[in-house]
């Protein structure tokens, strides 16, 4: 079963708006770690932001924020005030601790963000 | 501030040829991983390392091998290229092995098997 679910193959989002990126997953285990990537066309994949499973509150690094809903099983991240240099593939990532390998990142398939002036 | 670095960037094979991919990082830490990205799969795990001296198989191991040199470096051998093996190779590293220390990526290495 996948664990990590990114429905929304690509978006677009003006300048300056805010968009968010939809990402569901999928653990039976209690500890957990979700993460978002930024993988743009020159290829590096660049780490944005972290939500741990007993994090009360929802992590933010600059404009980037994760809106952590732990019932519904969601980790969706938001962009606010979008810039053109934004325009890339975004996965959302997982990390568990059992299952026999704590280094194991398990990814989505991505969704590619155009930024339109 | 290198990070993780890749070589080679880009590499053409035969199959049946063989090849390694070399990776060091300069962030003193312990924990160091493959991958591998395919169109429309994201990425998966090949092998990791999770400190000096220790390798386990990942996602997708198979065709593959890979040696931790020292806490620096870790290289994944391709021993007789096949074109399903055709993809980019990314090389990752960590402070460590808990959940919130996030991994840390390499350029990547594209690699093409005719």
């Known amino acids: 079963a996948q664990k990590i679910t990114q429905t929304q193959p690509g978006m677009f989002v003006q300048e300056k708006e805010a968009v968010t990126l939809d990402c569901t997953y999928d653990t039976s285990d209690p500890s957990y770690g979700l993460f978002w990537y930024k993988q743009p066309s020159s290829g590096e994949m660049i780490f944005l932001i972290y939500q741990g499973s007993y994090d009360q509150q929802n992590a933010t690094e600059g404009r980037y924020s994760l809106n952590f809903q732990k019932a519904r099983k969601s980790a969706n991240l938001v962009i606010s005030a979008s810039q053109l240099g934004d325009s890339a593939m975004y996965f959302c990532?997982?990390?568990?601790?059992?299952?026999?390998?704590?280094?194991?990142?398990?990814f989505g398939t991505g969704t590619l963000l155009a930024v339109q002036p | 501030n290198a990070g993780v670095t890749q070589t080679p960037k880009f590499q053409v094979l035969k199959t049946g040829q063989s090849m390694t991919l070399q990776c060091a990082q300069d962030m003193n830490h312990n924990s160091m991983y493959w991958y591998r990205q395919d169109p429309g799969m994201g990425l998966r795990l090949i092998y990791y390392?999770?400190?000096?001296?220790?390798?386990d198989k990942g996602e997708v191991p198979n065709g593959y091998n890979v040696s931790r040199l020292n806490k620096r470096e870790f290289s994944l051998r391709l021993e007789s290229a096949a074109p399903s093996q055709t993809s980019v190779y990314f090389c990752a590293s960590s402070e460590g092995i808990y959940i919130s220390q996030p991994q840390h990526f390499g350029d990547g290495t594209r690699l093409s098997i005719l």
């Open positions: 390392s999770a400190s000096e001296g220790t390798t």
């Open positions: 990532a997982m990390r568990e601790v059992y299952g026999g390998a704590t280094n194991k990142l398990i």
